[in-house]
Nanobody, 123 residues
């Protein structure tokens, strides 16, 4: 399985970015696709997730209403649309995948990871 993240960059507070995660190497039916982020000196934290088969979405409270996760089953790509960005959203963002279970917020449970993409929000 390969996950290729892209789309990070530098943006002013209030701006928008869209991250992409291109997935390959298997069929993802039954899997969940998730974005985590990690700021310097902090633990990796859950941001948002989408179930590949049914499309159910999950969000951290800190991003709810500002970020939108989606997936394109034809392109095998997961997106994270980030609007109304804040300086505290600054982090390296990672996409990850695992077979779906009830515990989706715990990073060590994920088997597959993409490389990170840096998001920097200036005030």
């Amino acid at each position: 399985v390969q996950l290729q993240a892209s789309g990070g960059g530098l943006v002013q507070a209030g701006g928008s970015l869209r991250l992409s995660c291109a997935a390959s190497g298997r069929t993802f039916s039954g899997y969940i696709m998730t974005w985590f982020r990690q700021a310097p000196g902090q633990e990796r934290e859950f941001v948002a997730a989408v179930r590949w088969s049914g499309g159910t979405t999950y969000y951290a409270d800190s991003v709810k209403g500002r970020f939108t996760i989606s997936r394109d089953k034809v392109k095998n790509t997961v997106y994270l649309q980030m609007d109304s960005l804040k300086p505290e959203d600054t982090a390296v963002y990672f996409c990850a995948s695992r077979y779906y279970s009830g515990r989706i917020y715990y990073a060590p449970d994920y088997a597959y990871w993409g490389q990170g993409t840096q998001v920097t929000v200036s005030s």
